[in-house]
Protein backbone atom coordinates (compact mmCIF):
# COMPACT_ATOMS: atom_id res chain seq x y z
CA UNK A 1 0.00 0.00 0.00
CA UNK A 2 1.37 3.21 -1.01
CA UNK A 3 2.27 5.67 1.81
CA UNK A 4 3.05 9.75 1.75
CA UNK A 5 5.18 11.53 4.43
CA UNK A 6 5.23 15.16 4.45
CA UNK A 7 7.49 17.48 5.66
CA UNK A 8 9.63 20.70 5.18
CA UNK A 9 7.00 23.39 6.54
CA UNK A 10 7.62 25.61 8.94
CA UNK A 11 7.46 29.42 9.56
CA UNK A 12 8.96 31.50 7.05
CA UNK A 13 8.59 35.80 7.10
CA UNK A 14 6.84 37.00 3.75
CA UNK A 15 8.15 36.90 0.76
CA UNK A 16 10.51 34.10 1.93
CA UNK A 17 11.20 30.33 0.46
CA UNK A 18 10.18 26.80 1.90
CA UNK A 19 10.84 23.57 0.11
CA UNK A 20 8.57 20.79 1.27
CA UNK A 21 9.38 17.11 0.78
CA UNK A 22 6.93 14.53 0.13
CA UNK A 23 8.35 10.63 0.80
CA UNK A 24 6.33 8.17 -1.23
CA UNK A 25 6.82 4.53 -0.64
CA UNK A 26 5.01 1.84 -2.97
CA UNK A 27 5.18 0.96 -6.34
CA UNK A 28 5.46 4.02 -8.72
CA UNK A 29 2.71 3.50 -10.39
CA UNK A 30 0.86 3.68 -7.19
CA UNK A 31 2.82 6.95 -6.08
CA UNK A 32 1.64 9.24 -9.42
CA UNK A 33 0.29 11.27 -11.04
CA UNK A 34 1.14 13.19 -7.71
CA UNK A 35 -0.11 16.01 -6.52
CA UNK A 36 0.42 18.92 -3.70
CA UNK A 37 -2.61 20.47 -2.09
CA UNK A 38 -3.11 22.55 0.57
CA UNK A 39 -6.24 23.22 3.18
CA UNK A 40 -6.52 27.03 4.51
CA UNK A 41 -7.05 27.89 7.92
CA UNK A 42 -10.82 27.21 8.25
CA UNK A 43 -11.69 25.05 5.49
CA UNK A 44 -12.96 21.48 5.48
CA UNK A 45 -10.36 18.36 4.37
CA UNK A 46 -12.73 18.16 0.93
CA UNK A 47 -11.85 22.03 0.06
CA UNK A 48 -8.33 21.32 -0.01
CA UNK A 49 -6.83 22.68 -3.26
CA UNK A 50 -4.68 21.65 -5.30
CA UNK A 51 -1.73 23.09 -5.68
CA UNK A 52 0.55 21.30 -8.24
CA UNK A 53 1.09 18.20 -9.96
CA UNK A 54 3.78 16.08 -11.68
CA UNK A 55 3.47 12.58 -13.72
CA UNK A 56 5.78 9.90 -13.87
CA UNK A 57 7.22 11.29 -16.88
CA UNK A 58 7.79 14.82 -15.47
CA UNK A 59 4.46 16.57 -16.69
CA UNK A 60 3.86 19.20 -14.32
CA UNK A 61 0.43 21.05 -13.85
CA UNK A 62 0.42 24.28 -11.51
CA UNK A 63 -2.60 26.04 -10.10
CA UNK A 64 -2.72 29.80 -11.03
CA UNK A 65 -2.04 31.01 -7.49
CA UNK A 66 1.25 29.11 -7.96
CA UNK A 67 2.53 29.73 -11.37
CA UNK A 68 5.88 31.68 -11.07
CA UNK A 69 6.25 31.28 -7.64
CA UNK A 70 6.37 27.54 -6.81
CA UNK A 71 7.84 24.65 -8.73
CA UNK A 72 7.27 20.95 -8.70
CA UNK A 73 9.58 18.25 -8.70
CA UNK A 74 10.97 14.71 -8.27
CA UNK A 75 14.32 13.14 -7.40
CA UNK A 76 16.12 10.69 -9.40
CA UNK A 77 14.29 7.71 -8.16
CA UNK A 78 10.61 9.42 -8.36
CA UNK A 79 10.27 8.33 -4.58
CA UNK A 80 10.64 12.28 -3.29
CA UNK A 81 8.73 14.81 -5.16
CA UNK A 82 9.30 18.58 -3.95
CA UNK A 83 7.70 21.21 -3.94
CA UNK A 84 9.28 24.36 -3.84
CA UNK A 85 7.82 28.10 -2.95
CA UNK A 86 9.02 31.44 -3.41
CA UNK A 87 7.72 34.37 -2.76
CA UNK A 88 5.60 33.22 0.19
CA UNK A 89 2.83 35.53 1.30
CA UNK A 90 0.18 35.38 4.54
CA UNK A 91 -2.36 33.84 1.77
CA UNK A 92 -0.29 31.05 1.09
CA UNK A 93 -0.66 29.38 5.14
CA UNK A 94 -2.17 26.17 5.37
CA UNK A 95 -1.09 22.70 5.80
CA UNK A 96 0.42 21.31 2.97
CA UNK A 97 -0.37 17.30 1.73
CA UNK A 98 0.39 15.59 -0.90
CA UNK A 99 -0.93 11.83 -2.12
CA UNK A 100 -1.53 10.26 -5.45
CA UNK A 101 -4.26 12.02 -7.68
CA UNK A 102 -6.31 9.37 -8.09
CA UNK A 103 -6.54 8.01 -4.83
CA UNK A 104 -8.89 8.53 -2.47
CA UNK A 105 -9.13 10.11 1.37
CA UNK A 106 -7.56 6.67 2.69
CA UNK A 107 -4.00 8.25 0.80
CA UNK A 108 -4.02 11.34 2.91
CA UNK A 109 -1.15 11.47 5.06
CA UNK A 110 -0.30 14.21 7.97
CA UNK A 111 0.56 16.88 6.16
CA UNK A 112 3.34 19.79 6.60
CA UNK A 113 2.28 23.20 8.41
CA UNK A 114 3.73 26.12 6.57
CA UNK A 115 2.81 29.40 8.17
CA UNK A 116 3.61 32.86 6.75
CA UNK A 117 4.08 35.51 9.01
CA UNK A 118 6.11 38.51 10.38
Known amino acids: QVKFVESGGGLVQPGGSLTLSCAAS????????LGWYRQLPGKEREERELVASITQFGSIKLADFAKGRFTISSDSTKTTVYLQMHILQPEDTAVYYC?????????WGQGTQVTVSL
Open 26 to 33: GSIFNIYP
Open 99 to 107: KNLQLGDEA
